[in-house]
Nanobody, 124 residues
Framework: QVQLVESGGGLVQAGGSLRLSCVVAGRTFRMYGMGWFRQAPGKEREFVAAISWSGGSTYYSDSAKGRFTISRDNAKNTVYLQMNSLKVEDTAVYYC?????????????????WGQGTQVTVSS
């Protein structure tokens, strides 16, 4: 069983920054590609960023590119999402997910384990 627990969400003003963390319970963390997704009220879950098992490859949505950075620390079983220059439209519940292929992917269908999510609210 793999469990993912996100933290770091909160309320921030537009232009501010937050760093989300996702701790993965289980010894096989280093085998998984990891992704961050988000879901705003009334909208579908959308891809934000992904990282391969080694950290050597990263992928971003157009909205995240240049503002967000995904990283991982395999020694700590943790993946991070550094979010800078936040906008009101970034408001959503953010989820981390684990991809057994190890590659990281922009498709939610590639992910087999999901966290419960952490709320990010950006005020104007």
């Amino acid at each position: 069983q793999v469990q993912l627990v996100e933290s770091g969400g909160g309320l921030v003003q537009a232009g501010g920054s937050l760093r989300l963390s996702c701790v993965v319970a289980g010894r096989t963390f280093r085998m998984y590609g990891m992704g961050w997704f988000r879901q705003a009220p009334g909208k579908e879950r959308e891809f934000v960023a992904a990282i391969s098992w080694s950290g050597g490859s990263t992928y971003y949505s157009d909205s995240a590119k240049g503002r967000f950075t995904i990283s991982r620390d395999n020694a700590k079983n943790t993946v991070y999402l550094q979010m800078n220059s936040l906008k009101v439209e970034d408001t959503a519940v953010y989820y981390c997910a684990a991809d057994r292929t190890g590659r990281g992917s922009g498709s939610p269908a590639s992910y087999v384990y999901w966290g419960q999510g952490t709320q990010v609210t950006v005020s104007s």
